[in-house]
């Protein structure tokens, strides 16, 4: 009888262990409302394509804001569309806390969190106005709050963390850093020439540049094994500005009209916080193949690094 218990013990510890190396990862995509565009498909795309599981995130509230129809209720946003400064101080003061972000990344494993719409520019740590550019106007404050309540969860509880575009700006600036809110107007204002190397003037869409690793002992580095990332996809009227008294640091950058423009950052105090001003997950798409120019993007196997490193990641 107790050699049949010690058989039927050992039995259950390696079902359970099996289970256990089984589970496929869990990768959350960080909330957001349009998923017919690029940025969502091949996000979801390369996610599949690494062997985990993606999941759409739902939408992190803020305990500080209101909300009606799960939108922040108009009171606390401003005729731009910007979350009100003094709402905004408290998203910064608070972040997570009093929000519902553990209840969102139950059975999470790791986040993505994906390209879209300017950053309001009141959650900087020096808050900033706008732009001042109407046809640059687009601003998403429930995203805004989300992403930044999630993403500092994420820095908080060390999570693997993958930010694309936008989100490498929210991690500058939840960071503490500040953006560059137009790039063109920047080297005008500072009497460079600029070549719109980071989007399609005419189009207003993706267009292939190269960029350098300049952090050789980066995560970044060690991911892609190369001293130059060829063919990003691009897309980006603003850019990331001085890391310079924050716990993340410039892994990557473009040289446009003599100016240095950031092109990736991680965080140094998590084990993989990174994140990429280009889209990846762009090649992941029908049309991810090459720019309107000709100029090829990178290789699918190229843009699969980076998530196939988050997977790897997860402990």
Request: charged content about 25%; some cysteine; overall charge negative.
């Amino acid at each position: 009888m107790r050699r049949g218990l010690y058989a039927l013990f050992a039995l259950c510890i390696w079902l359970l262990s099996a289970c256990t190396e089984a589970r496929t990862p869990v990768i959350g995509i960080a909330w957001r409302e349009g998923l017919d565009g690029s940025s969502y498909v091949g996000t979801y795309n390369a996610i599949k394509a690494i062997g985990a599981e993606p999941v759409l995130l739902e939408l992190v509230e803020s305990g500080d804001l209101t909300y009606i129809d799960k939108k922040i209720a108009p009171a606390h946003i401003d005729s731009l569309g910007i979350l009100i400064g003094v709402d905004a101080d408290e998203v910064k003061r608070n972040t997570h806390k009093g929000s519902n972000v553990e209840e969102v990344m139950r059975g999470i494993d790791a986040v993505v969190f994906t390209g879209g719409e300017d950053i309001s520019p009141t959650l900087f740590r020096e808050p900033e106005p706008w732009h001042g550019i109407e046809a640059e106007r687009d601003y998403n404050p429930t995203r805004d709050v989300s992403d930044y309540l999630l993403l500092s969860y994420c820095i908080d509880q060390d999570i693997p963390t993958l930010c694309i575009c936008r989100a490498a700006q929210m991690l500058a600036v939840v960071s503490g850093a500040p953006l560059i809110q137009d790039i063109p107007t920047f080297y005008a204002q500072i009497g460079a020439e600029y070549d719109y190397t980071h989007r399609d003037a005419e189009r207003r869409g993706y267009i292939s540049h190269d960029a350098e690793i300049t952090a050789p002992n980066s995560l970044l580095h060690k991911i892609l094994g190369q001293a130059v990332i060829t063919g990003t996809p691009s897309w980006h009227h603003q850019a990331i500005g001085s890391l310079e008294g924050t716990k993340a640091i410039v892994t990557a950058s473009t040289v446009a009209g003599g100016v240095e423009i950031v092109e990736a950052l991680e965080r140094t105090d998590c084990r993989f916080v990174v994140g990429v001003q280009y889209h990846p997950e762009y090649v992941l798409t029908e049309k991810g193949t090459h720019d309107p120019n000709g100029t090829p993007y990178m290789s699918r196997e190229e843009a699969l690094r980076l998530f196939r490193a988050l997977k790897d990641a997860i402990e």
